[in-house]
């Protein structure tokens, strides 16, 4: 247990709709990272947040978009669902902005019907 | 696109018998890290080395880098059953962010 959590851990929607996915940090953790896993795709990193501020961004789409919290939990929202966006999302979190080592979540597995 | 090229994509062994797994990857690099994942679960961090070291040990792992041929090795010594996973290497970049570069992984399965 890496003392990463993740809700939920299953999601089945349709295409067009809105999901949020929750991820709570390892405590101390000021960094938190998302990362999509799809089969054409592999692990790919979306975006981190450090102490609630965005610090770096990567293959995130524009129809999805994070925050992180004051109590330093993170959301990642999907939206304008499409069936490519099927995949599983991991969170991660490390101690500071540029602590080498991150903890994952279990994932949260998004279908999209 | 993927930093990381994992080598080979899958591996199938006897358990007792060692795996290596070969990550190739194509910029600059502050670290590198392996990553075990268990069937569609979540990523466990297995070992990292910098970009000034050569080789690290961790129980049956170990790992060597060359960043003159950007690639790095891990080493799983008298394999188990429970070893069974995706395997995959991550880099990390220079500059002060600590996003990781993942590869596309290796697949290995260590049989009875």
């Known amino acids: 247990d890496s003392g990463v959590t993740q809700t939920p851990k299953h999601l089945i929607t349709a295409t067009g709709q809105r999901v949020t996915l929750r991820c709570s940090p390892r405590s101390g953790d000021l960094s938190v990272y998302w990362y999509q896993q799809s089969l054409d795709q592999g692990l790919q990193f979306l975006i981190q947040y450090y102490n609630g501020e965005e610090r770096a961004k990567g293959n995130i789409l524009e129809r999805f978009s994070a925050q992180q919290f004051p109590d330093l939990h993170s959301e990642l929202n999907l939206s304008s669902l499409e069936l490519g966006d099927s995949a599983l999302y991991f969170c991660?979190?490390?101690?500071?902005?540029?602590?080498?080592?991150?903890?994952f979540g279990p994932g949260t597995r998004l279908l999209v019907l | 696109s993927q930093q990381g090229e994992e080598d080979p994509q899958a591996l199938s062994i006897q358990e007792g018998e060692n795996a290596t797994m070969n990550c190739s990857y194509k910029?600059?690099?502050?670290?590198l890290q392996w990553y075990r994942q268990n069937s569609g679960r979540g990523l466990v961090h297995l070992i990292l080395i910098r970009s000034n070291e050569r080789e690290k040990h961790s129980g049956r792992l170990r790992v060597t880098l060359d960043t003159s041929k950007k690639s790095s090795s891990l080493l799983i010594t008298a394999s188990r059953a429970a070893d069974t996973a995706s395997y995959f290497c991550a880099t990390g970049l220079p500059g002060g962010y600590n996003k990781l570069i993942f590869g596309a992984g290796t697949r290995l399965a260590v049989h009875p």
């Open positions: 991660a979190s490390s101690v500071g902005a540029g602590s080498e080592t991150q903890y």
């Open positions: 910029t600059s690099i502050n670290n």
